[in-house]
């Protein structure tokens, strides 16, 4: 079993920047991809960045592109989302999901769900 364990998330006014975490832990995980995505209430949850264990491939949902970037330590297990030009409408709980078989923005492709982490971003 492996274990995602978020970090990072606090309120930051528009326009601020957070840096999110996602620590693996249990066994080492050795999968395809490792994504975030978030939800806000009322809302279905949302793909927000996804990049392959292996390899540079990252996709960022349009609402993100540009403002968003993911990026991983193997040596540490660990992924992260840079979040910067915050906006009112980022607000949600984050949460990061690792795949043993998939590269994708479908959240029912991932095999582990970390708890999540808040992000509150105020105009």
């Known amino acids: 079993q492996v274990q995602l364990v978020e970090s990072g998330g606090g309120l930051v006014q528009a326009g601020g920047s957070l840096r999110l975490s996602c620590a693996a832990s249990?066994?080492?995980?050795?999968?395809?991809?490792m994504a975030w995505f978030r939800q806000s209430p009322g809302k279905e949850r949302e793909f927000v960045a996804v990049?392959?264990?292996?390899?540079?491939?990252?996709l960022y949902a349009d609402s993100v592109k540009g403002r968003f970037t993911v990026s991983r330590d193997n040596a540490k297990n660990t992924v992260y989302l840079e979040m910067n030009s915050l906006k009112p409408e980022d607000t949600a709980v984050y949460r990061c999901a690792a795949s043993n078989t998939y590269y994708s923005r479908n959240p029912v492709h991932y095999n582990y769900w970390g708890q999540g982490t808040q992000v509150t971003v105020s105009s």
């Open positions: 249990g066994r080492t995980f050795s999968g395809i991809a």
């Open positions: 990049i392959r264990w292996s390899g540079s491939s990252t």
